[in-house]
T-cell receptor, first 114, second 119 residues
């Protein structure tokens, strides 16, 4: 089983739609959680961190449920420019055998159409 | 924000040759650098973690003799793919994590990636 699981999609939505992505992680010792965005043939870029209290950045809302080990990303009023792959990322706690490394999900592809 | 560069951005080589990829932190000192590999439609997979001045720590299944990592300074890490074969064709991405005030010690900054094609 993968440590971070996402539905790869693709999600094809019209402009203006609201779309939600989900992610589950298996390691309960995970410390930090993020959503990254990756455009085709480019490096991943941090979209937002995810907190248990939920956090919002403009049209993007992220939620974390530690009990269920579940992370979500909601995009409202989708734009054409939102088309990309969204990566769910989990960071393990630093420890003697860890370096706080990032574990990436497979990514969910979003295509926003006019 | 912090900038990480990679060179080359793409490379095509013949099977059996060695390829060196450079990763530089341009405006901060990176105490730790990470090397990832991404195959088409797959996730980024961590290959190894390197700390300046010490040997890299490789992930399970990654051959350390094939993927040589050198992190000789706080701003430069190199990944050498030795005797490359077509199955090594992939997108190689580095990231750097800072270790001084002003640059978050928990934030990783990604390079733009290097696309390797082995014929």
């Amino acid at each position: 089983r993968k440590e971070v699981e996402q539905d790869p999609g693709p999600f094809n939505v019209p402009e203006g739609a609201t779309v939600a992505f989900n992610c589950t992680y298996s390691n309960s010792a995970s410390q930090s959680f993020f959503w990254y965005r990756q455009d085709c043939r480019k490096e991943p870029k941090l979209l937002m961190s995810v907190y248990s209290s939920g956090n919002e950045d403009g049209r993007f809302t992220a939620q974390l449920n530690r009990a269920s080990q579940y992370i979500s990303l909601l995009i409202r009023d989708s734009k054409l420019s939102d088309s990309a792959t969204y990566l769910c990322v989990v960071k393990r706690a630093r420890g003697s055998s860890n370096t706080g490394k990032l574990i990436f999900g497979q990514g969910t592809t979003l295509q926003v159409k006019p | 924000g912090a900038v990480v560069s990679q060179h080359p951005s793409w490379v095509i080589c013949k099977s059996g040759t060695s390829v060196k990829i450079e990763c530089r932190s341009l405006d901060f000192q990176a105490t730790t650098m990470f090397w990832y590999r991404q195959f088409p439609k797959q996730s980024l997979m961590l290959m190894a973690t390197s700390n300046e001045g010490s040997k890299a720590t490789y992930e399970q299944g990654v051959e350390k003799d094939k993927f040589l990592i050198n992190h000789a300074s706080l701003t430069l890490s190199t990944l050498t793919v030795t005797s490359a074969h077509p199955e090594d064709s992939s997108f190689y991405i580095c990231s750097a994590r800072g270790g001084e005030a002003g640059i978050g010690t928990d934030t990783q900054y990604f390079g733009p990636g290097t696309r390797l094609t082995v014929l």
